[in-house]
């Protein structure tokens, strides 16, 4: 999501990406390599540090993993000031639960759609655009 998110952003914003995985963290650094204004941190995602970046951040795009976000990283962002979140998810379950203590801190979904990307599976990605 990072080169489409800093060429959107342009000169005047910033982008943050962070990822666990090591390899996913290189191949962003790679692809990021002509915007000077995005940054990468490869290290797992820390409520303290999230609470950090949201501080002046206008939106988030969240991808947790299939277990979703931790409860004490949904908190730091459900009390943020972002305006908008877009939350992508391989698990309609975990989802619906990170939903939940989302709207809990104000936000409402505005659009939901569901991706059929692994035909054939009961794998399902949803996207789901949440505003304050």
């Not at 619906?96 to 939901?112: I, T, V």
């Amino acid at each position: 999501f990072s080169v489409p998110l800093a060429a959107a952003v342009g000169r005047s914003g910033s982008v943050v990406c962070v990822e666990s995985a090591p390899s996913a963290a290189q191949d962003a650094r790679v692809n990021l390599a002509g915007y000077d204004f995005a940054e990468v941190l490869q290290l797992p995602v820390d409520p303290g540090l999230l609470g950090e970046i949201l501080e002046d951040a206008d939106a988030l795009v969240l991808d947790p993993p299939r277990s979703g976000v931790d409860a004490k990283s949904l908190r730091v962002i459900a009390e943020s000031d972002v305006e908008r979140i877009v939350m992508v998810s391989c698990n309609p379950a975990t989802f619906a639960r990170d939903l939940k203590g989302l709207f809990d801190g104000g936000y409402r979904l505005q659009e939901l759609r569901a991706f059929d990307l692994f035909e054939m599976t009961e794998h399902v990605e949803v996207v789901g655009l949440l505003t304050r």
